[in-house]
Nanobody, 121 residues
Framework: QVQLVESGGGLVQAGESLRLSCAAS????????MGWYRQAPGKQRELVAT???????NYADSVKGRFTISRDNAKKTVNLQMSSLKPEDTAVYYC???????????????WGQGTQVTVSS
């Protein structure tokens, strides 16, 4: 099986920074895209940022210029550096990965359990 474990959430004040990390483990042959999504109370889960295996990135307009996604393919990790945080960034942040397992010829999408980020004004 495959597991994604997030870390780094917490409570910060507006304007501060926070770094989220996600580590993938299990029977993993290859990871295609990895990304971060978030879900605020009463809202749908939304894309924050994604990064392809080759390094190309995609960001939600609301976080462009403030958040940076990066990955380490050898360590099977993806990070999200969040700066200039705003109260509207408050949400549960979920790690996501498109994984090809050993012995399987198609990819499966996996989610982490989520980590809470709270930004106070």
């Amino acid at each position: 099986q495959v597991q994604l474990v997030e870390s780094g959430g917490g409570l910060v004040q507006a304007g501060e920074s926070l770094r989220l990390s996600c580590a993938a483990s299990g029977s993993i042959k290859m990871i295609n895209a990895m990304g971060w999504y978030r879900q605020a109370p009463g809202k749908q889960r939304e894309l924050v940022a994604t990064i392809a295996s080759g390094g190309s990135t995609n960001y939600a307009d609301s976080v462009k210029g403030r958040f940076t996604i990066s990955r380490d393919n050898a360590k099977k990790t993806v990070n999200l550096q969040m700066s200039s945080l705003k109260p509207e960034d408050t949400a549960v942040y979920y790690c996501n990965a498109d994984v090809i397992r050993f012995g399987v010829f198609w990819s499966v999408n996996y989610w982490g359990q989520g980590t809470q980020v709270t930004v106070s004004s």
